[in-house]
């Protein structure tokens, strides 16, 4: 291998390496976002149906189940805090961006030398150096979150990852799968504090037997009169 060759495959590794850490701190700005957002709604769920057993509001708001709906919803707001706290949403995304905005940096140095005619070895040292400095003072992704960031850097280098249209869609479907995924908890969430309101306003409760009366046919409700 060349040294422009050389320094071409470091600055592809600078530019995806940037491009991910990127990704990942907009994906773990997003995590804070629903995750304080979820904790927020949670607490007013469970603060409305208190409110509704007040005011004994509800089809459903004097049974046993709402108690231990109230409970269970308590313990997942403390677990749910629990969870962010150690995630550190907040303060990893800060991280990730400051990893890429060093990087870029180190890119902007690099880049005349990607396609200078002469290798400069003394250059290549320190920016080689510089970029595995720069990885050392930040965390790495973890093995999950890592794949859909890095593969939605690839699709953004063109010149550097060239696929057909096949490979670009089947990569796209890729990178949404696995952020979906990494987000399925949230809707998750909504659709049981969705389904629990609902059963405590209106509830589940089939059709009642006079209600099956009145929808008989007329020669049926007949029949009936006559015995």
């Given at each position: 291998?060349?040294?422009?060759?050389?320094?071409?495959?470091?600055?592809?590794?600078?530019?995806?390496?940037?491009?991910?850490?990127?990704?990942?701190?907009?994906?773990?700005?997003?995590?804070?976002?629903?995750?304080?957002?979820?904790?927020?709604?949670?607490?007013?769920?469970?603060?409305?149906?208190?409110?509704?057993?007040?005011?004994?509001?509800?089809?459903?708001?004097?049974?046993?189940?709402?108690?231990?709906?109230?409970?269970?919803?308590?313990?997942?707001?403390?677990?749910?805090?629990?969870?962010i706290e150690k995630n550190d949403f907040s303060n990893r995304s800060e991280k990730m961006y400051s990893c890429a905005s060093k990087l870029g940096e180190?890119?902007?140095?690099?880049?005349?030398?990607?396609?200078?005619?002469?290798?400069?070895?003394?250059?290549?040292?320190?920016?080689?150096?510089?970029?595995?400095?720069?990885?050392?003072?930040?965390?790495?992704?973890?093995?999950?979150?890592?794949?859909?960031?890095?593969?939605?850097?690839?699709?953004?280098?063109?010149?550097?990852?060239?696929?057909?249209?096949?490979?670009?869609?089947?990569?796209?479907?890729?990178?949404?799968?696995?952020?979906?995924?990494?987000?399925?908890?949230?809707?998750?969430?909504?659709?049981?504090?969705?389904?629990?309101?609902?059963?405590?306003?209106?509830?589940?409760?089939?059709?009642?037997?006079?209600?099956?009366?009145?929808?008989?046919?007329?020669?049926?409700?007949?029949?009936?009169?006559?015995?």
């Amino acid at each position: 291998m060349s040294g422009t060759d050389s320094f071409k495959n470091l600055y592809k590794k600078m530019d995806a390496t940037s491009k991910t850490r990127f990704h990942a701190s907009r994906r773990l700005r997003l995590h804070a976002k629903l995750s304080t957002y979820t904790v927020v709604i949670l607490s007013l769920v469970l603060i409305l149906v208190s409110l509704m057993q007040a005011y004994d509001l509800g089809a459903n708001i004097k049974r046993k189940e709402v108690v231990l709906l109230q409970v269970f919803a308590s313990i997942a707001v403390l677990v749910y805090s629990l969870l962010i706290e150690k995630n550190d949403f907040s303060n990893r995304s800060e991280k990730m961006y400051s990893c890429a905005s060093k990087l870029g940096e180190l890119k902007q140095e690099a880049h005349p030398n990607k396609t200078a005619t002469d290798f400069d070895q003394k250059k290549y040292d320190e920016c080689w150096k510089g970029y595995h400095d720069v990885l050392k003072l930040y965390e790495t992704h973890s093995n999950n979150d890592f794949r859909g960031d890095y593969l939605r850097a690839k699709l953004e280098m063109r010149e550097d990852y060239v696929m057909d249209r096949l490979e670009r869609v089947t990569m796209s479907a890729k990178v949404w799968g696995s952020y979906a995924l990494n987000f399925v908890t949230y809707p998750m969430v909504a659709a049981v504090l969705i389904l629990a309101l609902y059963w405590v306003w209106v509830g589940f409760a089939p059709p009642s037997a006079g209600t099956e009366i009145s929808t008989q046919s007329p020669q049926k409700q007949s029949i009936s009169s006559d015995r």
